[in-house]
Antibody
Framework: EVQLVESGGGLVKPGGSLRLSCAAS????????MNWVRQAPGKGLEWVSS????????YYADSVKGRFTISRDNAKNSLYLQMNSLRAEDTAVYYC???????????WGQGTLVTVSS | DIQMTQSPSTLSASVGDRVTITCRAS??????LAWYQQKPGKAPKLLIY???SLESGVPSRFSGSGSGTEFTLTISSLQPDDFATYYC????????FGPGTKVDIK
């Protein structure tokens, strides 16, 4: 079964850091680009960051550029999001999603909640 | 940056109704548009990609059309399982989601 499972969410104080992980199974992880998408409570979807299959291309939304770092370990079938200098507005459910070339995001994890609050 | 808008923001409909949601891009995105369905507490589900291609396993009552800057998602006969929020997403230049359209029960 094709599956993505996020972990690492939790409560963190403003200015703090958190590292999210996404474990992939059931497909050849190294063949796909991967993405992080977040959703603030009661709000819509917001693209956060993307990484190509070999990590050659990395992109960030302006709202997280310079604070978040996306990475992957194809040997471990894992995707990561290092989040630094966290703000209250970063509070959201964070989803990892598999990207298909020219076809959108076809597989999503269940999400992990990040709460930034003092 | 490419901005996406959707209309309406909320749509009240009955089972069996034909439903149409519109998505507009601030500049041409060719056909690089996807549609997703999301239910409360769940991850989004891909319905349509490349504006009009139906994702495997998605019922044929869902269809997409459009190119350039204007796109539509149509549900030909609304079913109870279709009450949800729908998002468009452009992937012509980076990625941007529309604000969503909630389809609720009339």
């Amino acid at each position: 079964e094709v599956q993505l499972v996020e972990s690492g969410g939790g409560l963190v104080k403003p200015g703090g850091s958190l590292r999210l992980s996404c474990a992939a199974s059931g497909f050849t992880f190294s063949s796909y680009s991967m993405n992080w998408v977040r959703q603030a409570p009661g709000k819509g979807l917001e693209w956060v960051s993307s990484i190509s299959s070999s990590s050659s291309y990395i992109y960030y939304a302006d709202s997280v550029k310079g604070r978040f770092t996306i990475s992957r370990d194809n040997a471990k079938n894992s995707l990561y999001l290092q989040m630094n200098s966290l703000r209250a507005e970063d509070t959201a459910v964070y989803y990892c999603a598999r990207g298909l070339e020219y076809s959108g995001y076809d597989v999503w994890g269940q999400g992990t909640l990040v709460t930034v609050s003092s | 940056d490419i901005q996406m808008t959707q209309s309406p923001s909320t749509l009240s409909a009955s089972v069996g109704d034909r439903v149409t949601i519109t998505c507009r891009a601030s500049q041409s995105i060719s056909s690089w548009l996807a549609w997703y369905q999301q239910k409360p507490g769940k991850a989004p589900k891909l319905l349509i990609y490349k504006a009009s291609s139906l994702e495997s396993g998605v019922p044929s009552r869902f269809s997409g059309s459009g190119s350039g800057t204007e796109f539509t998602l149509t549900i030909s006969s609304l079913q109870p399982d279709d009450f949800a929020t729908y998002y468009c997403q452009q992937y012509n230049s980076y990625f941007t989601f529309g604000p969503g359209t909630k389809v609720d029960i009339k």
